[in-house]
Every structure is written in C-alpha cells, then in structure tokens.
C-alpha cells in the first residue's frame, strides 16, 4: 500500500500571494497537496467565478492548476525552486464544473542540473482524465533557491511529526 503525506504549506502566509496556493489570496485557488512514493496531488472545488463557456472550466485555470501541481513537485520531489521554462498542455475534454472536485497530479520524470521535467494531469470529479501537461522547469541549485525565492528546504514541507500521514 503506498504512504500518503500531507504537504506542508511552508511559506508566510500573510506574504504568500500565490495564485495557485496562497491561502489568503482571496481570488486565488488555495491548493493544498499530498504526496505518494511518485507523485504530487491536489484536489480543488472549482467555482463558477473559473468557468470559460456556462459550466466549463476556463482552459487558462487549466493550464493554471497543471503548473502550480508542477511547481510544487519541484519544492517537494526536486528539493528545488525553479520557472517554468515550456510548458505544453493537452485539453483532451472539458471540465464540466458541475462534475465535482477535480484532481490534479504531477510526477517528476527527469532531474538534471538546471533542468527538471515533470508530467502533470488533471481529472474531473468523475475521474475522467481531461488534461495533460508536459513541463519544462529551470531549477534553480537550492542555495540559490533560498536566498533568492524564499524556498525553505524540502524539510519544511513536511510535518514534523507525520502524524498526517494517510493510509
């Protein structure tokens, strides 16, 4: 059975205006993730305020969720921060909001210097799989990372304790 962590959201919350996972950013997604051997994941309510056409989530909130899942692979998985450097999105069908929480993944495929690769998906509250992305980070060696991007180490996205470790 695999091990299920809650990730920790390190960062200074009052500071922390991140579209993606500020929690008090009051127009952003507020994405929290867990984590298994391979891979990052989220689940998000989306709001009708992120509809494209009635009842379909915009394709840019999309791209958006791909990326932020992608981000935090690189906190977590790569021990890093970096940018997006390409990224490419399959819209493989729509995401009806009406359909429930989506789920969004991300898995670090390649790890080099300056350079990591990650492969992300995104699933409707059916399950069904409607979004792929293929992501190309610069990262960043972590030194940099710290004292450049505020990146705390990978230590500080996880609890201390793993008392929030799911079965």
Not at 93 to 117: D, Y
Request: net charge neutral; aromatic share 12%.
């Amino acid at each position: 059975m695999k091990q299920i962590k809650e990730i920790r959201n390190p960062f200074d919350a009052d500071h922390n205006m991140c579209f993606g996972c500020g929690p008090k950013n009051r127009t952003g997604l507020k994405l929290s993730f867990r984590e298994d051997d391979e891979k990052l994941y989220a689940s998000w309510d989306p709001l009708p305020e992120y509809q494209g056409y009635i009842n379909v989530l915009h394709g840019g909130i999309i791209a958006t969720l791909l990326d932020e899942a992608g981000a935090w692979c690189i906190y977590v998985k790569a021990g890093t921060t970096g940018m997006t450097s390409v990224m490419t999105v399959r819209y493989l069908k729509p995401v009806h909001i009406s359909k429930g929480k989506i789920r969004v993944e991300a898995r670090l495929l390649k790890q080099e210097r300056t350079k990591a690769i990650i492969a992300a998906s995104l699933y409707d509250g059916e399950g069904k799989l409607c979004a792929e992305g293929d992501l190309d980070y610069f990262i960043y060696p972590e030194m940099i990372a710290r004292s450049r991007y505020y990146y705390p180490g990978k230590d500080a996205f996880y609890y201390p304790d793993e008392q929030n470790t799911l079965p």
